[in-house]
């Protein structure tokens, strides 16, 4: 059945069955970025996985605002712990992400750049409103997504990136390009969804308190890389045969 939703809680019941590492509140954050587009904006996506976060956006943003998803899906990168090799379950992933954007009614409002994201540059026209990135983890594609492609988004557009203090790569690109950068400010976070809007002021004060604010969330961060230590060494098996809740990988 095909249905589209009109309503934030009707989305987040529509993602529910649906694969992906996007808590709830990352989903609303998005949601509300999206819905904050005017038509003849543009909002792209790097990183579509299933589809989960691509039927928020897309459920969220007005008609006339363009939506581009980009992901190759090759299997590389493909979520926690899964870098290469995973060719099989990509091409299942993209038969997924095409059911369950029709299934959500969203289909025809998406437009699917199957590439890399650096070999994606030329399918997508200036400017990008809203960039949201959930790519590589690893710290030189990272870093390329959001230098090359942040520089696409206009003063006042909106950067968010998934997996911010919480994989190494990620974080270690945030800290080398946006920690004490000269455009991008730092709003919030929704777990691991950072949020930075592009209308950072040049004073040096102002780039200071942005730097500060990104280094407090170190704190989180290494909270993030001890639970994945603990987790990998088999202590989520200890804590569930004692009868306790194993914690999520954190996302």
Request: hydrophobic share 45%; net charge neutral.
């Amino acid at each position: 059945m095909t249905t589209t939703a009109t309503s934030l809680e009707e989305v987040l019941a529509q993602i529910e069955g649906i694969d992906g590492w996007l808590s709830d509140d990352q989903a609303t954050a998005l949601y509300e970025l999206a819905a904050a587009c005017r038509p003849g904006d543009r909002i792209v996506e790097i990183g579509s996985f299933r589809g989960r976060s691509t039927i928020v956006i897309a459920s969220a943003a007005a008609q006339g605002v363009e939506i581009v998803a980009i992901d190759p899906h090759a299997g590389n990168d493909r979520g926690p712990q899964e870098i290469i090799g995973f060719e099989q379950e990509a091409r299942t992933d993209l038969v997924a992400f095409e059911r369950n954007l029709k299934q959500a009614g969203v289909r025809d409002r998406v437009r699917h750049v199957r590439a890399f994201s650096d070999d994606a540059h030329g399918a997508v026209e200036d400017p990008i409103q809203f960039l949201y990135i959930d790519a590589a983890h690893r710290f030189a594609p990272a870093l390329a997504d959001i230098r090359d492609w942040g520089r696409r988004v206009p003063d006042g557009g909106t950067l968010a990136i998934h997996d911010s203090f919480s994989s190494v790569g990620v974080t270690l690109a945030i800290c080398r390009e946006l920690m004490l950068g000269r455009r991008f400010r730092y709003v919030r976070r929704a777990r691991s969804l950072a949020i930075f809007e592009a209308d950072l002021a040049p004073r040096l004060r102002a780039r200071l308190a942005n730097a500060a604010r990104q280094f407090v969330q170190l704190g989180w961060f290494v909270r993030n890389l001890a639970l994945k230590a603990a987790l990998s060494a088999g202590w989520g098996k200890i804590v569930r045969r004692l009868g306790r809740d194993v914690p999520e990988w954190p996302y």
